[in-house]
Structures are given as structure tokens and as C-alpha cells.
């Protein structure tokens, strides 16, 4: 349960802080949570429906929905191929510098159509739900041209009509340079800010923008720019900051206000300091540079200097292929660095803040939607010490058992 008091996205102690409850007991009315305690305290504190449903969980753990707050959920065809590549020794860059990495998937998108890609998306989500991800993020970007773009977040708006995973739509227009403007970014940005985001704001669907802020990608002069015009819009700032080299990125996300400031496996000292110091959370994804073989974020660095840290799946066609995060809390915990609970949190309550739903999902308090999991483990901390398993079993949406059971 949520601890009194607590608010923000937690940091430093308060990542360890999960409020653990033996024999507990989760009372719900509709799609809320209307109280959390003690079980021997329950019928004192609620008036219970004679004829109300009862889930007897004896024996098991009890916790939020995960909350996934990074992925590139829609997406054309698959890149198992570069899988293979990466195994024979080349890198993630070398891959993209040869026709692969996101380019291979802007190609596969661009020819899908949106029917095709949404049916795609809902068998992913079919996926994330039975692995306990009640909420995600889904990020566009393998369109890289306004009518891709558009047909890409189109796709995820059809996925998602009637799913019991809520989905949260951004815009990632800035993922990479399309190869029609290899020889000029300057002018693909001027589309980004001048087209694609005017076109996307007007659609309604997106809450967020994201831009690619890396070595060979975008500078953090073109990301602020094209944030700057997004936030304009009327769209939320994020940014994938930091993943091969300092770039400045993190830095950014603070002054910008980011919502969240993703990978960070290569932030510099001025970049942690300056996330610590504001109300960006610090997303850290364990599944990506896993699958990419190369050393991962530094996460008890960032706990330790006081940024909110969250962890995500990063599922997407090239470099994360995870759709579960029981794995990424294994991955985080033998990875990174990380202790279970701090984990536990960064996938639920911290995921919340990071895609600003921590009002509704992410902890198990009053008010919140009755977004619960029944793990088949007696204590949380078996699902990173058997992390190739899935625990959950049942799922809970909104009050509903949507899942096992």
C-alpha cells in the first residue's frame, strides 16, 4: 500500500519504500480503490456488499499493475536478423550505419498499413497484459514522414479501442533522419516543427513528443528546438538521452522540465546532478542494453544522487524484443544494480509519474484505479530471483479480472 505522506516521484531511501502489508486486503467499488490494510481491520473499515465478489489470494503477493512507460509499441516488420548480427560482433551503430537500426523498421512500417499494424500492436498488448503491464507508453517514430507518422499513431489509438491496457500515445517524429534527408536535417527538422507536430497536436491523440537526443542523431540544439515546438503545441516533453555517449541530453530534460529523460547508460556527472535536482524522472532500461551486449546505466549511481529512477521495457523491433517487466525487475536487479523493491517501484509508481498518471495507477491507495496483479510467489522478491518465469497470476483491470483467474 502507499505509505502516508509520500509524494512525488521517489527517490534516494524512498525507492525502497513499497508498504508492505502481511495478510493484507484491497477493498474496491466500480473501477477505484476505496480502501488498503490490514485484513483483520477490514470489516471495520468498509461496509461490504453482502452479495460482492471475493478474490481469496491467500499465499501470494498482492501489487499495482505495472506501469510500462517506454516502448515503441507499433512498428512493421523485425529485425531477429540484426540479432544475430549483434551476436557476430557488430554494434548497434554499425547496424544503422549499414541500412539496419530503426531505418529497416521505417521501411517495414512505411509499407504496412494501419489495420495491419494496429492487429500487430493488440497481439503485443495481448502480451504485455498477461505478463501484468496494466498501463503503457507507446512512442511513434518508424514513420519519419507526417502521413507514416500519423498512420503510425492512428494504428495505436485502433490497438488500443476496447483493450484492458490503457495505452498512452507520443509522438517520436525525431527518432532518427529518413534517408530523403540524409543530406539535409536542417530541413527535416523545419518539416518536424513547421508539419508534423501542427498535424499530430490536431489529431488529439498524443500527450507526449519525444526526441532521439544522441552522438549522430539529433544535437541538443535541434532537440530543444523541436521540443520547444512541441511543448508550443501543446505536447509534453521527453527525450532518449544519453544512451552511447554524454551528449548533453540529460542536462536538457531538466531545463526543459522533461517528463522523463530515457536510457542514460552514458549520462555524465552534470547530467545526474541536474535530474536529481528536478522533477525529471530518470528512466532506465535494463532489456536494451542486455540485448545490445553493452554495459548498462548506472543505476545505483543515479539512486545515490537522488533521481527519481524508473525502468521500462523499451520494447521495440531492434534492440529490446521484451515484452514483460518481471524480466526487466530481473534484468534491473542482476544488471543493474538495483534491490527488488527499488525495482518494484521504478515499474510501477515511478512509471506512473513518468507518463503523468500517478493519480490514477502505479500504487494501491484510495481513489486509485483497481489496477491490481496476484503474483503465484508468497513474497515479492522471488520475481527477480526467478525472473525467467511469469509470476502473474491473475490481472486485475479497473476492478475487472481481465486476466488468469
Known amino acids: 500500500m502507499e505509505r502516508p505522506g509520500l509524494s512525488g516521484p521517489r527517490r534516494g531511501a524512498d525507492l525502497q519504500e513499497i508498504g508492505r502489508v502481511e495478510r493484507g486486503a484491497v477493498a474496491v467499488r466500480g473501477e477505484r480503490i476505496v480502501w488498503v490494510g490490514p485484513e483483520s481491520a477490514l470489516a471495520d473499515a468498509v461496509e461490504l456488499v ?76 495481448d502480451t504485455l497484459l498477461a505478463h501484468g503491464t496494466t498501463t503503457v507508453e507507446c512512442k511513434s517514430g518508424y514513420g519519419l514522414a507526417t502521413e507514416h507518422e500519423l498512420k503510425q499513431i492512428r494504428a495505436l489509438e485502433l490497438a488500443g479501442r476496447g483493450h484492458a491496457v490503457d495505452t498512452v500515445s507520443t509522438f517520436m517524429g525525431a527518432h532518427e533522419f529518413p534517408p530523403e534527408f540524409a543530406d539535409d536535417r536542417e530541413g527535416y527538422l523545419d518539416l518536424l516543427v513547421n508539419e508534423m507536430i501542427p498535424a499530430v497536436a490536431e489529431t488529439g491523440l498524443c500527450e507526449f513528443a519525444d526526441v532521439f537526443c544522441e552522438e549522430g542523431v539529433y544535437t541538443p540544439d535541434q532537440a530543444r ?49 541536474a535530474l536529481a535536482a528536478s522533477g525529471t524522472v530518470g528512466t532506465v532500461l535494463p532489456g536494451s542494453t542486455f540485448s545490445c551486449r553493452i554495459p548498462g546505466a548506472d543505476a545505483r549511481r543515479l539512486v545515490d544522487a537522488g533521481v527519481a529512477l524508473a525502468a521500462a521495457t523499451d520494447l521495440n523491433p531492434g534492440s529490446c524484443a521484451v515484452e514483460s517487466l518481471g524480466v526487466v525487475i530481473g534484468l534491473a536487479c542482476l544488471h543493474l544494480g538495483l ?33 491490481l496483479l496476484i503474483l503465484a510467489v508468497p513474497d515479492y522478491r522471488m520475481v527477480p530471483y526467478r525472473f525467467g518465469t511469469n509470476h502473474v497470476a491473475r490481472v486485475i483491470k479497473r476492478g475487472r479480472v481481465v486476466a488468469g483467474g
Open 50 to 125: 453482502p452479495d460482492g465478489a471475493r478474490i481469496d489470494a491467500g499465499g501470494q503477493t498482492v501489487l499495482p499493475g505495472f506501469v510500462d512507460s517506454h516502448t515503441h509499441l507499433i512498428f512493421g516488420g523485425s529485425r531477429h536478423d540484426e540479432f544475430e548480427r549483434r551476436l557476430m560482433g557488430q554494434s548497434y551503430l554499425e547496424i544503422a550505419a549499414a541500412g539496419g537500426g530503426i531505418r529497416s523498421s521505417v521501411r517495414h512500417t512505411r509499407d504496412a498499413t494501419e489495420e495491419e499494424l494496429a492487429a500487430a500492436g493488440r497481439r503485443r498488448l
Open 339 to 371: 534491490l527488488p523493491s527499488e525495482a518494484f517501484v521504478a515499474t510501477t509508481i515511478n512509471g506512473a509519474y513518468a507518463i503523468d498518471r500517478a493519480d490514477d495507477v502505479g500504487s494501491l491507495a484510495p481513489g486509485k484505479l483497481a489496477d
Open 225 to 273: 528546438r523541436y521540443l520547444t515546438a512541441a511543448r508550443d503545441a501543446g505536447l509534453k516533453p521527453k527525450l532518449h538521452a544519453d544512451e552511447f555517449a554524454p551528449s548533453g541530453a540529460a542536462e536538457l530534460a531538466a531545463e526543459m522540465g522533461a517528463r522523463s529523460a530515457d536510457h542514460l547508460s552514458a549520462v555524465s556527472d552534470a547530467g545526474i546532478e
